[in-house]
């Protein structure tokens, strides 16, 4: 039962102006599209039993405008049911003065920018030096700190377990071949972290 609750979410669960950035919901607000969501499925369902468990959001990491859909915000929330805890994306919109949940599976939260990468990369490595200081001798930390740069950051995967983004990411270094990895970035209010180890 619980292993397809957070799909079903993403799915089935919820039911114009452009969203600004300051256009977000709080906590309470999506709490209350989930519940109200969760209330419209079960009235829809051939079964009268309630769901056993109650479905919480226990932290929102952050809201911004959806990348795909201008008129809605993506949210990116760890939810809980008790016993499992998992991170989402979850779409949201204003249907008059509430917020309410979107029927769209896979919604994207938008990733860093190239410059909004290299600078949390940045502090990741100036942090790095001063806890350690021999590794301002490290060559890739030296490029790091000089000239290195994100070229592209392109699809992200959601942890699940940490709420982290997993993108796949382009590094230019001036006189080498581009590098391609798969770089994790975690958003701490309105500023992205450079995550070394997830």
Known sequence: ?????????????????????????????????????????????????????????????????SPEVKTEVVCLVGMSTGSSDAYRVLPLRVDGNTWVGVERKDAVFP???PAEAITA???WAEQLVIDKPETANDKQIQELRTNMKVKSV???????????????STLEIPGKPDVKAELLYSLEGDTWKFVVDK
Do not use: N, W
């Open 121 to 123: 990369m940045r502090a």
């Open 111 to 113: 990733p860093p920018t």
């Open 1 to 65: 039962m619980r292993a397809i609750i957070f799909p079903l979410l993403a799915t089935t669960l919820f039911a114009a102006s452009v969203v600004h950035a300051a256009d977000m919901p709080t906590q309470a607000q999506i709490q209350a599209a989930v519940d109200k969501g969760i209330a419209a499925t079960q009235a829809k369902s051939s079964s009268s039993m309630p769901m056993p468990f109650a479905i919480k959001i226990s932290k929102v990491v952050g809201c911004k405008p």
């Open 154 to 168: 392109g699809h992200c995967g959601i942890g699940r377990k940490t709420g982290y983004l997993e993108c796949d």
